[in-house]
Nanobody
Framework: QLQLVESGGGSVQAGASLRLSCAAS????????MGWFRQGPGKEREFLGR????????FYADSVKGRFAISRDNAKNTMYLQMNSLKPEDTAVYHC????????????WGQGTQVTVSS
């Protein structure tokens, strides 16, 4: 069973940066696609980006291109989301998720970490 734990959230002012971590346990991520999502207050869950672990291919949603960056540390079985130039609109609970090669939908989810951006 893949388990995911997010960390690194907090309360910051607009323009600040944060790096979120998604630590995976239970299995390695070699066959997985890992993604970042968020859900702000009163908003639907939003896809931010994903990385195909095997070769590191990354795709970003248009809403965060240029400000957010996904990376990985294979040895630590950890995915990161570097968030720069944060805006109040980025306030949300951020989740990481995973899907293995046999599934089309993300089926493993972390508990989320809160990011609050003030003006």
């Amino acid at each position: 069973q893949l388990q995911l734990v997010e960390s690194g959230g907090g309360s910051v002012q607009a323009g600040a940066s944060l790096r979120l971590s998604c630590a995976a346990s239970g299995r390695t991520l070699g066959t997985y696609t890992m993604g970042w999502f968020r859900q702000g207050p009163g908003k639907e869950r939003e896809f931010l980006g994903r990385i195909v672990w095997s070769f590191g291919g990354i795709f970003y949603a248009d809403s965060v291109k240029g400000r957010f960056a996904i990376s990985r540390d294979n040895a630590k079985n950890t995915m990161y989301l570097q968030m720069n130039s944060l805006k109040p609109e980025d306030t949300a609970v951020y989740h990481c998720a995973g899907r293995d090669a046999d599934y089309s939908e993300f089926r493993y989810w972390g508990q989320g970490t809160q990011v609050t951006v003030s003006s």
